[in-house]
Structures are given as structure tokens and as C-alpha cells.
């Protein structure tokens, strides 16, 4: 077989991975997601080194000092693997790896993400949920140094002063910087010290899952260091991200009170660090029903995003208005996610659908399909079926086969207007900023005259989402948002009666 080197934005390992161990040989792991999850999430875990598979039985699972066969993670629902911890992948060998040695590795693992689930459970059995597969394949020479964070540009100009005429505030979703955080080029003082010195403040906005070392709690010191870093920098606290982990077992669903309870924690822990808004992810009516007494006393707004490839008038989201319309609340909303209405695919992706091996033909072919009016699903497998034709393996793209049509959707911009009042929070969602300072894939000018004439009052917190496509260290994320927010304040001036 010939040894063929893959890459992946959210991989298992990199470069500085393969260290040495008493036991054989140890691979430092980074989580392959963009938040925490429970180790119950994980479904499986191979490695090949040298080209011979390693048996089950000598693998071993190594997370804060404790232990694990791989068949006993699926059972650990209460143990969360945070997204800056690195455990070790242990694999037992007659002779232990020396520093300096190179050896082929294969890692592949697949995890069972357990918020998104696609089908509930029957008759008190486990739901279906979206699974990610990982396969990663490098020569790894053996060492115990981490490899040295990226050099960041600190030389740019301050922004322009916001003036009173402005619509909306700008902020960011700290969910933009995710591969770096992940690998640890930050922690989360000196993230939020790298968005201060880029001026792309005043709103941050957090994914609880992806910050939260205690996850979902918020604890006391996390508090403190929050409070710390706002009194030190001026920001002000825009959105908090919650999921609800319905599949965090893996022998069966949240009860609708263990939804209930779970949601109500991310809500408390949300006031507790003084949001104003809760990004919800479920909009059951016997949820949001029990769910609006303890937003009334929180005094919280509770927003549903509308991502893509939906739109504002995709019929799960008519099933969402129904529900808001028959509650009746001024706290129910929705979040608005600029992925929903874009006019092209974005040049980072099609950068990394040509690193896995795509011709142009098929980049072009590619494009023309997500172009149809086609449902998502009924496209990515014309897509699928295109690429068999042609003999190419779809699995060498990975999950990019399937996240190509399913973060970027094609709605039409003007039907933000449609649900205008009832939008509560932006996320100015962008993958690329070209040489002309515009985003190619998203028309930010005709975005700003939709919401300035539709009235909007809100945060637009900038989401780069280009870490699902582009390789550590390719770009600066940060530097990129500080470039978006130029363009969203020229097209807001360009758009402001002289």
C-alpha cells in the first residue's frame, strides 16, 4: 500500500502528536470538534502504526489521570472532555518509541455529536444522531515538545469610532477563533485580551460548551475571570450559545425533564454572567412552555437560529413561528445566520475540496449543483452519486461531501424582512475577506440595507466559520473579523441618509 498523508481542520492529531511513553507510545489528542462533548460521544477509535492495525486491547484512553479501555467510553455520559484538554492515546508496544524516531500513523475515529440528533428514540431506546468521522494518516517523528503558536499581526489600524447614527453594534462570537483556542494559541483571558487589541468589541458572545471548563455549570472562578476581563476591556455581553446534549447517554434520550432541567441550568449560568439573550437549540412547545416562566424571572430573551440551509420560511421554522404565535411572548425570537442567505460557496471550502483531490471539473460540477433549488439532501447525494460516477471515493472529502450543502444556504437575503421584529440576535456569519475587502460568498451591503431598512437595533456578532475548512494556522480569524467589521461599517455609512 502506498502511504498517502491526509489532513483534516478538525483532526485527531498533528505534527507534534507521537510521543514517547513507557508503554509503547503515546499520541496527543486534540478534540476533533468545535466544543467539548462527554467521552461518551466517543463511538470508536483505531490506530495504525507502521501499517499494522493496533488490537483494541492495546489501546488505552488517558484523560486526567484516569484510564480507559475504548469499549468503556460510550458509558462515561458524566465525564467531559473540554475542549483544550489533550488526553493521551496510549498504544502498547514490545518497545517503547524513542525521540527522534519516525513512524507511519492512522488514526481514525468516529464521534456521535449529542445535540444534533436527527431522530428521537423509540420506545425508551437511544435516537439517531449526526456522527463525525475522522481519518487522519501521517509520518510522525517522536517528540515531547508542542508545537510553537502561530505569530499574530499586531500593526492595524485602529476602527472607526462608532457614531451615534449607527443601526446595530458590532461584536464577535469568540465560536470565530475555535481551532485556535482548541489548540491552545489562547486561553481565554488572552483571547478576549486579542480581540481587544484588534478593536472588534464591544460584543462577545460565547458558545457555553466551548469555553466552560465545568461545562454546562458556570462556576464562581469562571465568573470572575469573565467580570475581570469586561471591567479591563469595556465589553459588553451579547449572546450565550447553549446546546441541549439530548444524546449525552448513549442508551437512550433526555427524559423531557432532564431536557427541561438542562436547559434551565444554561439559562441560569447565562444570567449569571449577565447575558442579555440565550441562543436556544429546541423549540418544543412543552419545553419553551415550561422553559418562559423561568426566562420571565431572568428577565431573558430565548432565540432560535435559523441556519442553513434553512431560511426564515423553511417549513421547520414555520413550525417555530406557529409555536412563538401561540405563546405569545416578547421574550421568544429568533437568531439570524447570515450562512442561510449567501450567493456562492465560499472560496475555503472549495480550497479544501481541492486539497482532498478534486479536479476542476468536479469543483465546477460541485458549485452547479448547490446552485439547484434541489432540497439539501437531494443535492449532496447528486453530488455523491457524480463523484462514484467518476470513480473518485467520496469518503476522501470526509464530512466536507455533506458540509458543503448543509453550511451554505442560498435563501434569498430579503426574507430576513419577513420575521424582522422577531429577530433578536445576528450572526453575521462570513468564511473569506478578498483582497477588495468584500466577502465573496455573502452580500454584506444588500444584508446591511435589509436590516437597516427593516428596522433591526440588535448586536451583529461576526462568526468566522471558515475553522470547519482551512488548516490551523492558514489565517488569522481575528485579524479576518476586524477586516469584516470594516466592510458591515462602509456599507452601513454607504447606507446612512447624508
Do not use: C
Request: net charge negative; no cysteine; aromatic share 10%.
Amino acid at each position: 500500500m502506498t502511504f498517502q498523508e491526509t489532513t483534516a481542520p478538525n483532526g485527531l492529531i498533528a505534527r507534534d502528536s507521537l510521543r514517547p511513553h513507557p508503554d509503547g507510545l503515546a499520541l496527543r489528542l486534540t478534540l476533533a470538534w468545535y466544543r467539548s462533548l462527554w467521552l461518551s460521544s466517543v463511538t470508536s477509535l483505531r490506530v495504525t502504526v507502521d501499517g499494522t492495525e493496533v488490537p483494541q486491547d492495546d489501546l488505552t484512553f488517558e484523560l486526567g489521570g484516569v484510564r480507559y479501555a475504548p469499549a468503556d467510553l460510550p458509558g462515561q455520559s458524566e465525564t467531559l472532555w473540554f475542549l483544550q484538554d489533550h488526553p493521551s492515546l496510549v498504544v502498547r508496544r514490545d518497545t517503547p518509541v524513542a525521540l527522534g524516531e519516525q513512524h507511519e500513523v492512522e488514526v481514525a475515529g468516529e464521534f456521535r455529536l449529542p445535540y444534533m440528533q436527527i431522530a428521537p428514540g423509540q420506545d425508551g431506546g437511544p435516537g439517531v444522531y449526526v456522527p463525525n468521522h475522522v481519518r487522519q494518516a501521517f509520518v510522525l517523528t517522536v517528540t515531547d515538545e508542542d508545537a510553537p503558536a502561530a505569530v499574530t499581526v499586531s500593526d492595524v489600524p485602529p476602527p472607526p469610532a462608532a457614531v451615534e447614527a449607527d443601526p446595530f453594534q458590532l461584536g464577535l462570537t469568540l465560536y470565530s477563533a475555535s481551532a485556535e483556542f482548541r489548540a491552545g494559541w489562547y486561553d481565554f483571558d488572552g483571547l478576549l485580551d486579542r480581540v481587544a487589541e484588534l478593536g472588534i468589541g464591544p460584543g462577545i458572545e460565547i458558545v457555553a460548551s466551548q469555553v466552560l471548563p465545568t461545562y454546562p455549570v458556570v462556576s464562581d472562578e469562571f465568573v470572575a475571570s469573565w467580570r475581570a476581563a469586561f471591567d479591563r476591556h469595556g465589553f459588553a455581553a451579547s449572546s450565550f450559545g447553549a446546546n441541549l446534549d439530548m444524546g449525552r447517554r448513549r442508551d437512550r434520550d433526555m427524559t423531557p425533564d432532564e431536557e427541561y432541567e438542562f436547559s434551565e441550568l444554561m439559562l441560569r449560568g447565562a444570567r449569571k454572567l449577565g447575558f442579555p439573550l440565550v441562543r436556544i437549540q429546541s423549540a418544543k412547545p412543552a419545553l419553551l412552555r415550561r422553559l418562559l416562566p423561568v426566562a420571565e424571572e431572568l428577565d431573558l430573551r430565548l432565540a432560535y437560529e435559523i441556519h442553513a440551509p434553512m431560511g426564515p420560511n423553511s417549513d421547520p421554522i414555520l413550525r417555530v413561528r406557529e409555536t412563538y404565535a401561540q405563546l405569545d411572548s416578547p421574550l421568544l425570537g429568533f437568531v439570524a445566520d447570515f450562512s442561510s442567505t449567501m450567493r456562492a460557496m465560499s472560496p475555503t471550502l472549495l480550497r479544501a475540496v481541492r486539497r482532498a483531490g478534486l479536479d476542476d471539473e468536479a469543483v465546477t460540477r460541485l458549485q452547479e449543483i448547490w446552485a439547484t433549488d434541489a432540497p439539501m439532501r437531494q443535492r449532496q447525494e447528486e453530488f455523491i452519486g457524480y463523484l462514484r460516477s467518476r470513480g473518485f471515493d467520496p469518503g476522501r472529502l470526509g464530512s466536507f461531501a455533506h458540509l458543503a450543502f448543509n453550511m451554505h444556504g442560498h435563501v434569498d437575503p430579503r426574507e430576513w424582512a419577513d420575521i424582522m421584529p422577531q429577530i433578536l440576535h445576528v450572526h453575521a456569519k462570513f468564511y473569506d475577506i478578498d483582497e477588495s475587502g468584500q466577502e465573496p460568498a455573502i452580500d454584506y451591503p444588500e444584508l446591511v440595507r435589509v436590516f437597516v431598512e427593516g428596522g433591526y437595533r440588535g448586536y451583529w456578532s461576526s462568526e468566522w466559520e471558515g475553522h470547519a475548512f482551512a488548516e490551523l494556522g492558514e489565517v488569522d480569524p481575528l485579524l479576518l473579523v476586524r477586516r469584516q467589521h470594516d466592510l458591515i461599517r462602509a456599507a452601513v455609512r454607504e447606507g446612512l441618509p447624508v
